[in-house]
Nanobody, 127 residues
Framework: VQLQASGGGLVQAGDSLRLSCAAS?????????MGWFRQAPGGAREFVAA???????YYADSVKGRFTISRDNAKNTVYLQINSLEPEDTAVYYC?????????????????????WGQGTQVTVSS
């Protein structure tokens, strides 16, 4: 399974970015919760957002209202629209997939619960 993230870059505060993550390989995309995490220099990897195959979305409190996660199951791709970027958003952004193993489940915000990871895409926001 490969997750390929793209769309990062160097932007100014207030700008917008759209990150993409395409999944390939032996993955049944619709059976996975797709998530975005980020890691700032010297910091821990933190949850940003997640989306179920049915379209339910979950966000970290710090990004609510500015970040929007979406997914296109037909294209095996998950997106993260980031608006009103702030210098504090500077980090490497990672996409991840959590294989759903039960009919009823709770969407996890812990990186330890995700099975597959992309290589990350750098987002740098200048003030």
């Amino acid at each position: 399974v490969q997750l390929q993230a793209s769309g990062g870059g160097l932007v100014q505060a207030g700008d917008s970015l759209r990150l993409s993550c395409a999944a390939s390989g032996r993955i049944f995309f619709s059976s996975n919760v797709m998530g975005w995490f980020r890691q700032a220099p010297g910091g821990a990897r933190e949850f940003v957002a997640a989306a179920t195959s049915g379209g339910n979305a979950y966000y970290a409190d710090s990004v609510k209202g500015r970040f929007t996660i979406s997914r296109d199951n037909a294209k095996n791709t998950v997106y993260l629209q980031i608006n009103s970027l702030e210098p504090e958003d500077t980090a490497v952004y990672y996409c991840a997939a959590h294989k759903v193993r039960a009919v009823f489940y709770t969407v996890s915000r812990s990186p330890d619960d995700y099975d597959y990871w992309g290589q990350g895409t750098q987002v740098t926001v200048s003030s």
